[in-house]
């Protein structure tokens, strides 16, 4: 196609046209303001997009950029037009596909706005999850624990490993106290991570297969300590590849399952209900025998 096919009409005019609104059309009469080839743009398709902006300057922006836009998506349609034909069969069946799809999408979200039941309590989600948990069963090991990164020069390290391994709620919060003070670098994972993941922030060979396995079986606190840093790690708790998955790592992948289980159902319910009905009323003809 050629571009001396396309005009752009966009005028000084636009700035009062366009930013005017419903006044400035009813003056000005719904004026052209791009054409490519026969397709052409009016000025009352803009107003609606720059209406919502605020000053004049910035519906400029937004009309010219609206215009660009516009210019160049119908030279490529044209363009299409030019290789193909305006009768393309293979782009219309995939247009009608796609309208189809749309119109079927909009009815299933009406009956389903209007049918479903979306309280799903968490004795639900429990009873799903305890019926089928060999649905959910962990592809990679998951830990819980902690990992606390010092520097090497600091003095009381013991201590801190003392403070550490105490179960009294007040030591722990000494221990809290003192990497808050000095700024340690503490992780606690009170949530499950990927086993993968604890090791990421410990001194360890970063192509690691399942070398460090060990580290799952031993009780206590670990030390480990590269040039600078001294690190002292504890894992309460894993869960290795293969066994079923904690329930609060998959609480909410449950939650969306049985939701979508009950917006199947209300789309199935709806159109056997519109099956039977066509058939009811003798609006359903199927010819094959």
Not at 207 to 232: A, H, P, Q, V
Not at 264 to 275: A, F, M, P, R, T
Request: proline share 2%; with cysteine.
């Amino acid at each position: 196609m050629m571009l001396g096919k396309i005009t752009r009409l966009v005028m000084i005019v636009l700035s009062a046209a366009v930013v005017a609104g419903c006044d400035g059309i009813a003056y000005f009469g719904d004026q052209v303001l791009a054409e490519v080839g026969d397709v052409k743009l009016y000025r009352s398709e803009l107003v609606p997009i720059t209406a919502a902006t605020g000053s004049s300057a910035d519906s400029m922006r937004v009309a010219d950029k609206y215009v660009s836009d516009w210019v160049h998506e119908q030279v490529k349609l044209q363009a299409a037009e030019d290789l193909w034909g305006k009768e393309d069969e293979e782009i219309e069946r995939l247009v009608e596909n796609y309208r189809k799809s749309l119109i079927a999408n909009k009815v299933d979200q009406y009956y389903v706005a209007r049918n479903l039941d979306t309280l799903i309590t968490e004795e639900m989600i429990m009873a799903y999850f305890e019926e089928h948990k060999s649905q959910f069963v962990l592809d990679r090991t998951v830990v819980e624990g902690r990992i606390l990164r010092f520097p090497s020069s600091y003095r009381q390290s013991k201590e801190l490993l003392t403070l550490m391994k105490s179960t009294n709620p007040e030591k722990q919060q000494d221990f809290l106290d003192i990497c808050k003070k000095n700024n340690f670098e503490l992780h606690e994972f009170d949530s499950w991570v990927d086993f993968d993941e604890y090791l990421s922030y410990l001194p360890v060979r970063s192509n690691r297969n399942n070398e460090y396995d060990y580290l799952l079986e031993e009780e206590g606190i670990g030390t480990m300590s590269d040039n600078d840093s001294k690190y002292y790690f504890q894992i309460t708790s894993h869960l290795k590849s293969g066994t079923y998955a904690p329930f609060e790592n998959v609480d909410d992948a449950v939650r969306k399952i049985i939701y979508n289980q009950r917006r199947d159902e209300v789309i199935k319910s709806y159109e056997d209900s519109l099956y039977m009905d066509g058939i009811r009323n003798k609006e359903i003809t199927i010819n094959i025998k």
